[in-house]
């Protein structure tokens, strides 16, 4: 009979015991063949290979009277008796008594007989089985029936996680061998891991590790990022910073549900006697691009010669209730979001571009602000309203220029509205204004394959509309502090500016400029009044943008209720919890705006290394190093480099692109001298 050893004195084993060992993890059997030392044995395998074991080693002793060629037989024999099956019948029959067996028990219970082989084949069944009995000292305790069902389902959920991860690595093999894929939900978790690997390469991710490992692949966070460009699960030029953000680029299924209520009925008007303003032309001017239209501009002749402007806003607030599915997805937002690739409105895009615009040839509802300046530019008097208009014109800015250079003597109200915003730049001037004019482009992408940088104008219709708006926000602003209306106020403090003595010795323009604007300090919101010092004005709130702007939907919120009589829909506290909140959003989505266009230009450059750029030195990053801010003046981008010769400030340069990688922003040029230029060029 064979049957378990503790082996614990060598001399008790006898020349041709056969014995079962593990060797690095596998089971091997043996027959002892000689003692070694006080308690070690030397034993021979069924390869001949001999072997020196300590008493512990050994794991099942089968019997005497074996020689190494008998192993092999012997192991053809036990495997007859290997059915799996049959473990299940014997712990039905024994889990009711709960009592402990032998590998010798169990061969009599299964075989009806106790013979070196069958019991062998006991001790198998029994040491390899993980659902029926568990060890206990050197016999085998059979489970609970409630313990064997959470096994069952704990392997099946097992069985089934390996099945999904094989057939996803099948899909995966099939993807990238171009066959087409349908993806399965199972597949999420695998995906998401591996996007989580490229987007948060600072933390662990063990699963995108395992599918990398498995397909013979780096376990790093490119090859994460590369394998998702070849399954076309992501672009190569994937907006990873916002997939990094928290801006949601798609609307929950609710939301988009209610917008559709919204623009199959809009619902009953909270301000029924709007003041009908139809009568006037009005003027948008935006890009041609632009697709939200949230602002318009009229000019009306009083009696007394003088003229009223009126800034005429969009009024998203007919359209949603404080507190709605669409304000709450609107303040989740904070902001539309504007990329090179497009744009991601605030709202959802049909009602954005929709009934909330103000749509030209259409009756639009408004919060119209009426106002009149003195000679020298400042408020004498304002009017705000609810409000009824039609927009005559959809203007570019272009046209506009086109118009104010042309003189257009059928559109007086355009050049009405020019000599306004010039008079009100003045006024804010002498207020202590701070005018810094730098550069702007403007980013475009289509498809990922074209991409056009526009440098903006500083023109006369972009300072038209610019003044009207900041015009709206002052009087919005007054309207609120002589009510006591808490506001989304906006203020910035005071800047400490360098001497008049040390800008003067700066080139004008851009470097002086730059200088200015590394003294400004952040803008800063409350809900009280502050003075504004880059804009010369006491008081100042943002309402002219309420489709793209969460914070300018309070504002409207506020004004439109007191405006009815009715009790304002938010105290200071509620504002300033609601306020806090949507700044951090619109900061983070200010950075992806910020991070993305970067990410283009230097793909921009990164397609033009032949192109010859002039570039003006605009300041010093750190000097000892030679290591400098410069503008590219077509282009308007403000890039680092590091100089290889003394220049100064406001040097104009000629450079090439050396090396450019958006994904690593990373950027390097090289300076080119007179004759490189020339060859270059050439």
Not at 210 to 216: C, K, P, Q
Not at 344 to 357: D, H, Q, V, Y
Request: net charge negative; proline share 6%; glycine share 6%.
């Amino acid at each position: 009979m064979g049957g378990d050893s503790d082996w614990s004195e060598a001399k008790r084993v006898d020349k041709g015991t056969l014995i079962e060992f593990r060797l690095q993890g596998e089971r091997r059997l043996a027959v002892a063949d000689r003692p070694e030392g006080k308690k070690n044995w030397i034993v021979i395998d069924e390869r001949g290979q001999s072997h020196s074991l300590k008493p512990q080693r050994v794991e099942y002793e089968v019997g005497g009277g074996y020689t190494p060629s008998e192993i092999a037989p012997f192991r053809a024999e036990v495997e007859n008796y290997l059915d799996p099956d049959s473990l299940e019948v014997a712990w039905e029959l024994l889990v009711e008594e709960a009592s402990p067996v032998s590998s010798a028990d169990l061969a009599q219970l299964l075989f009806d007989e106790q013979n070196p082989i069958v019991c062998y084949a006991a001790h198998l069944l029994l040491s390899d089985d993980k659902i029926y009995f568990k060890k206990k000292a050197d016999l085998y305790e059979p489970r609970s029936a409630a313990q064997v069902a959470e096994i069952k389902h704990q392997q099946t959920v097992e069985e089934q996680r390996f099945r999904e991860r094989e057939e996803f690595l099948q899909r995966v093999q099939d993807a990238l061998a171009g066959k087409e894929v349908i993806w399965q939900d199972s597949d999420r978790p695998r995906l998401e891991a591996l996007e989580k690997c490229t987007l948060q390469p600072e933390n662990s991710h063990r699963l995108a590790q395992e599918i990398l490992a498995a397909l013979n692949l780096p376990q790093n966070p490119d090859a994460a990022f590369q394998l998702l460009v070849d399954l076309k699960r992501w672009s190569i030029h994937e907006n990873l910073f916002l997939r990094r953000s928290s801006y949601p680029v798609q609307f929950p299924q609710k939301v988009l549900d209610v917008s559709q209520q919204r623009l199959e009925s809009i619902s009953c008007d909270p301000d029924p006697n709007r003041l009908d303003l139809t009568r006037f032309k009005v003027y948008t001017i935006d890009d041609e691009s632009t697709e939200e239209i949230d602002d318009g501009l009229s000019v009306e002749p009083l009696e007394d010669g003088r003229l009223r402007l009126w800034v005429h806003i969009a009024d998203p607030s007919r359209l949603v209730s404080l507190g709605d599915e669409l304000d709450l997805e609107a303040r989740r937002r904070s902001t539309s979001l504007y990329l090179p690739t497009g744009m991601i409105p605030m709202f959802p895009k049909e009602l954005a571009t929709g009934p909330m615009s103000l749509i030209q040839g259409q009756v639009c509802a408004a919060l119209s602000f009426g106002v009149v300046l003195d000679e020298m530019g400042k408020v004498e008097d304002y009017t705000i309203h609810a409000s009824w208009i039609k927009p005559t014109y959809r203007l570019t800015y272009d046209d506009v220029d086109e118009m104010l250079e042309l003189g257009v003597q059928a559109e007086p109200e355009i050049a009405q509205l020019a000599e306004a915003a010039a008079l009100r730049s003045s006024w804010r001037k002498s207020q202590g204004s701070i005018d810094i004019r730098m550069p702007e482009s403007s980013i475009k992408v289509k498809n990922e394959e074209e991409i056009a940088i526009t440098l903006l104008d500083d023109s006369r219709s972009r300072q038209l509309v610019a003044e009207m708006m900041i015009l709206a926000g002052e009087v919005a602003g007054r309207y609120a502090q002589q009510h006591g209306i808490p506001m989304p106020f906006r203020g910035q403090p005071q800047p400490e500016l360098p001497p008049e003595e040390e800008l003067l010795s700066l080139p004008a323009g851009p470097v002086r400029f730059c200088a200015m604007r590394r003294c400004m300090p952040r803008s800063e919101m409350g809900i009280t009044p502050a003075r504004h010092a880059g804009l010369g004005l006491d008081l100042y709130t943002q309402v002219t943008s309420p489709i793209r702007r969460y914070t300018d939907l309070l504002a409207h919120f506020q004004i439109k209720a007191h405006l009815r009589g009715e009790s304002l829909p938010l105290t200071g506290g509620e504002l300033q919890e609601i306020m806090f909140s949507v700044t951090a959003a619109s900061q983070e989505a200010t950075l992806v705006e910020r991070q993305t266009n970067r990410y283009w230009g230097l793909e921009y450059l990164r397609r033009n290394p032949q192109e010859i750029w002039q570039v003006l030195v605009l300041r010093w990053l750190r000097e000892d190093e030679n290591l400098g801010l410069i503008l590219l003046e077509d282009l308007g981008l403000e890039l680092p480099h590091r100089f290889n010769r003394a220049v100064r400030l406001g040097d104009r340069l000629e450079v090439q692109v050396s090396t450019a990688d958006p994904r690593q922003d990373l950027i390097r040029f090289r300076e080119l001298a007179n004759s490189q230029a020339e060859a270059a060029a050439m």
